[in-house]
T-cell receptor, first 114, second 115 residues
Framework: AQSVTQLGSHVSVSEGALVLLRCNYS??????LFWYVQYPNQGLQLLLK??????LVKGINGFEAEFKKSETSFHLTKPSAHMSDAAEYFC????????????FGQGTELSVKP | GAVVSQHPSWVICKSGTSVKIECRSL??????MFWYRQFPKQSLMLMAT?????????EQGVEKDKFLINHASLTLSTLTVTSAHPEDSSFYIC???????????FGEGSRLTVL
């Protein structure tokens, strides 16, 4: 079955610390991978995406993610957390053999302590 | 980037009534739209895939008679929650794409509260 799993429903870091949000996927075909951020009572904002090519993808707000096929992972990182990074983060996988639908992971709530 | 608009952004209704939520692509033709629901503190769950001019494809466990989806034009899809009950209260989000496999654009979501 094709799925996406985010490890850790809640991650707390100090301001200035490294942010690492984990995402693993299961797929029998090459997936397209995405990270979205959602602030309270708002829609989704695309942080970054991997389709083909370079496996290290840089996104907005200083975030980046690396696609590791051997580990079926697409972890999201940011070298130095800001208070404004506190939000819900969703990893998502798009399966083009299923009509192009986008399936979301469970989400990880990031808290940033002063 | 492309814009997808949802209306209303929030709605409160009485139990037993029906509510319609619109999803519009403002600057592109959306051949496919996806409808999601999100409960508080939870992820987005795909409800159905809607292709223009065709019947929607519902995910397993989603009641098609409860959640009516219409995609009659290339810029508009509607989700109607029929005979709404309090358990239907949720955040409903649509996304749209202009081409098969093309980039997805999300609406801002519609919060439904059923009293």
């Amino acid at each position: 079955a094709q799925s996406v799993t985010q490890l850790g429903s809640h991650v707390s870091v100090s301001e200035g610390a490294l942010v690492l949000l984990r995402c693993n996927y299961s797929s029998s075909v090459p997936p397209y991978l995405f990270w979205y951020v959602q602030y309270p009572n708002q829609g989704l904002q695309l942080l970054l995406k991997y389709t083909t090519g370079a496996t290290l993808v840089k996104g907005i707000n200083g975030f980046e993610a690396e696609f590791k096929k051997s580990e079926t992972s697409f972890h999201l990182t940011k070298p130095s957390a800001h208070m404004s990074d506190a939000a819900e983060y969703f990893c998502a996988v798009r399966f083009y053999n299923q009509g192009g639908k986008l399936i979301f992971g469970q989400g990880t709530e990031l808290s940033v302590k002063p | 980037g492309a814009v997808v608009s949802q209306h209303p952004s929030w709605v409160i209704c009485k139990s037993g009534t029906s509510v319609k939520i619109e999803c519009r692509s403002l600057d592109f033709q959306a051949t496919t739209m996806f409808w999601y629901r999100q409960f508080p503190k939870q992820s987005l769950m795909l409800m159905a895939t809607s292709n223009e001019g065709s019947k929607a494809t519902y995910e397993q466990g989603v009641e098609k008679d409860k959640f009516l989806i219409n995609h009659a034009s290339l810029t508009l899809s509607t989700l109607t929650v029929t005979s709404a009950h309090p358990e239907d209260s949720s955040f409903y989000i649509c996304s749209a794409t202009g081409t098969a496999g093309g980039e997805l654009f999300f609406g801002e979501g519609s919060r439904l509260t059923v009293l």
